[in-house]
């Protein structure tokens, strides 16, 4: 089986004049990674990230269509399936309300940080690279 394709949010805020962005524990691991997911039917990859954004951290808001970046990584399966390599493709979202229940709510950690502290945190080296330079203000989203 070949790479499979995966769509993220990168969810963002505006705090005290300083960008936060969002990240979110992986259920098992628990590694730091941003709210992503599969191709969904019927929904634009940045329709599909902003429904991962809630069911995984209960955050709102419209995701930009144009895609800021894509990491690889790979996804072990709790069966006995073969390793899965992905790559995810990030659209930005910006937070526009920060939801305290939400479909995942009991099975993941949430974090603001800044994108420095998040690149410090994500544990694959190309998303931490995507974390590190991003700059809303620069990309006038």
């Given at each position: 089986m070949g790479v499979?394709?995966?769509f993220g949010a990168l969810c963002w805020r505006i705090r005290k004049d300083?960008?936060?962005v969002l990240l979110v524990q992986?259920?098992?691991?628990?590694?730091?990674?941003?709210?992503?997911?599969?191709?969904?039917?019927?929904?634009?990859?940045?329709?599909?990230?902003?429904?991962?954004?809630f069911e995984e951290a209960g955050v709102v808001?419209?995701?930009?269509?144009?895609?800021i970046g894509l990491y690889s990584y790979t996804k072990y399966p709790r069966t006995s399936e073969?390793?899965?390599p992905c790559m995810v493709a990030l659209f930005p979202l910006k937070a526009e309300k920060v939801l305290q229940e939400y479909p995942e709510k009991g099975q993941r950690k949430r974090k603001w940080a800044s994108p420095r502290k998040a690149a410090q945190l994500a544990d694959e080296p190309e998303l931490a690279q995507i974390l590190r330079h991003f700059d809303p203000r620069l990309m006038r989203l």
């Open positions: 499979r394709t995966q300083k960008v936060e992986t259920r098992r691991s628990k590694r730091w990674i941003v709210p992503k997911g599969w191709p969904m039917e019927g929904q634009t990859p940045a329709k599909a990230a902003s429904t991962e954004a808001g419209k995701a930009s269509s144009i895609c073969d390793p899965l």
